[in-house]
């Protein structure tokens, strides 16, 4: 073996290393962007049930409730109803309030309905996961993308200015 090959040895093993390094670098920055769009979408879809559960309870009646639902989320997504894509949108989450709707009422009344058991609760709000995951999941079918980057928020950068 002559020290030309031995060098070219070693300068693959290098060339290798590197490319090796290079691909691993690019799958850790995707990983990192798929964990920080999923903590992002989990935050946000906590922000806008906690505004919708909490506009839906307290209210006896049905009509009420999904009204006090459909503008708290037409609040937390900053919308008008403007546009049929938002109607739109409103109707495909009316379950998701009603379901909300239908949980809060059996947490409320824990002590006054021994009849809703602990399975009862636990259906309900498994049916609050379903309404929402279906929501999300005709959101993204028909508008091309997920639910909830309509909540995004750009940050604006203002300047450091002295007084």
């Given amino acids: 073996m002559s020290l030309t090959t ?5 300068e693959q093993a290098a060339h290798a290393a590197s490319t090796a390094e290079e691909v691993y670098r690019r799958e850790i920055a995707q990983r990192v962007r ?15 049930m906690r505004t919708v559960t909490a506009a839906v309870t307290g209210h006896e009646e049905e009509a009420e409730a999904l009204q006090a639902g459909n503008v708290a ?3 937390e997504l900053e919308w008008t109803g403007a546009t049929e894509a938002q109607r739109q949108a409103l109707e495909q989450f009316q379950p998701v309030v009603l379901a909300a709707w239908t949980l809060s ?5 824990e002590g006054d309905k021994a009849a809703d058991t602990a399975a009862d609760k636990a259906a ?7 309404a929402l995951t279906v929501f999300e999941q005709w959101f993204a079918a028909s508008r091309n993308g997920p639910f909830l980057s309509v909540m995004e ?3 604006v950068e203002l300047p450091l200015v002295e007084i």
């Fill in 6 to 10: 031995y060098l070219d040895g070693l």
């Fill in 124 to 130: 309900k709000m498994a049916a609050l996961q379903r």
């Fill in 34 to 48: 798929a964990l920080e769009q999923e903590r992002a979408f989990a935050f946000r879809r906590l922000n806008l």
């Fill in 153 to 155: 928020r750009e940050v």
């Fill in 105 to 109: 009422r059996v947490t409320e009344g």
């Fill in 73 to 75: 989320f037409m609040r």
